[in-house]
């Protein structure tokens, strides 16, 4: 791709709105020094020094759309409860919209815990309800997304998944059906529990050890030749138009329909993979929303989930950084 056309798909990113629905969870952390033993039982003290509320989950994505330049808005479930002020708060903090939160009575605000000292992570400690939305509740939830599709001007959609159970196969084929009335491409970063539910969606992108768990084969090595043969087994239980499927330290492969390609990793120093796939999904949709040549836009993703992985913890993508590699190594 030439300079112009890389500069002219960077440019278009920042027209682009991207409805971003799944699990919506705030990450907490305390940091602080160990250095007694609790008296009451043999586990060691934490003596808090500094504490820190992130968005998490779904949210990430949102960030990542947002720091590409894109309009995210994010739809997920909350519960009705004290926490889901403190979900709100960061997520007006980021300049995100809350159009898209539903609270709900029978559920809790997602809120992972992370005890960390010196470095060295003690304990995690999760609050949250993974049953699957009932039917009112999808209902409620299908009906805020609605109206966000109607009056927004969405140009891609991502299903963002942590089983934690706000997407349900009503969920999905429901929205799928709405894309596809109204010409919308869907792109999906798929979990375990609904792995073959996304039916008819534009771009699926699982993980290696997903694609192996969700379809129950095994691949020892991520050959070209062994990824074809799955993604036609993936075809022939779920019909989706094309496949992307990171392969970490291998770098990504990408089926577009027609043909197939593995796109290898660029040599990083790897600080942290957490929220690599994130970022992965969000350039990789809005490539997609452009109409971007899928090479180019696997080739992008790949990229840019090398990049975040220099960085320690989970942080959106540097877009000047990016587009300035991607001119580099073009």
């Not at 590409?68 to 979900?87: H, R, T, Y």
């Not at 939830?141 to 196969?169: H, M, N, W």
């Not at 192996?212 to 239980?237: H, N, R, T, W, Y």
Request: net charge negative.
């Amino acid at each position: 791709m030439e300079q112009e056309q890389i500069n002219q798909t960077f440019a278009q990113f920042q027209n682009t709105k991207v409805l971003i629905i799944g699990d919506i969870m705030v990450d907490a952390y305390y940091w602080g020094k160990t250095e007694r033993i609790s008296p009451e039982a043999p586990v060691p003290i934490l003596s808090v020094t500094k504490r820190d509320n992130r968005l998490g989950g779904a949210a990430n994505v949102a960030l990542n759309v947002q720091a590409l330049g894109g309009k995210p808005f994010l739809c997920g479930v909350a519960g009705n409860d004290i926490k889901s002020g403190l979900l709100l708060d960061l997520m007006e903090e980021a300049n995100l919209p809350t159009t898209g939160v539903v609270k709900l009575d029978n559920r809790i605000t997602t809120i992972k815990t992370r005890m960390i000292s010196q470095q060295q992570h003690l304990l995690r400690v999760d609050e949250e309800v993974t049953s699957p939305l009932t039917d009112d509740e999808t209902d409620q939830f299908l009906a805020r997304i609605s109206d966000i599709i109607d009056q927004e001007g969405i140009g891609v959609i991502i299903f963002e998944d942590y089983d934690k159970g706000a997407i349900t196969q009503r969920l999905i084929s429901s929205v799928v059906a709405i894309a596809k009335e109204k010409d919308i491409p869907v792109t999906v970063d798929p979990k375990k529990q609904q792995f073959l539910d996304y039916k008819d969606v534009t771009l699926f992108k699982p993980n290696l050890k997903e694609l192996k768990e969700g379809l129950k084969i095994d691949i020892q090595e991520p050959s070209k030749e062994a990824l074809d043969e799955a993604v036609e087994k993936l075809k022939e239980v779920m019909p989706v138009e094309m496949a992307l499927i990171t392969l970490s330290q291998f770098g990504v492969y990408i089926h577009n329909g027609n043909s197939s390609i593995i796109i290898p990793a660029h040599v990083r120093n790897i600080s942290d993979v957490s929220g690599a796939g994130d970022t992965v999904i969000a350039v990789a949709s809005l490539c997609l929303a452009q109409k971007t040549d899928t090479t180019w836009m696997a080739g992008l993703a790949n990229l840019a989930g090398g990049l975040v992985c220099e960085e320690v913890g989970v942080v959106p993508i540097d877009v000047n950084r990016l587009q300035s590699e991607a001119a580099s190594l073009n």
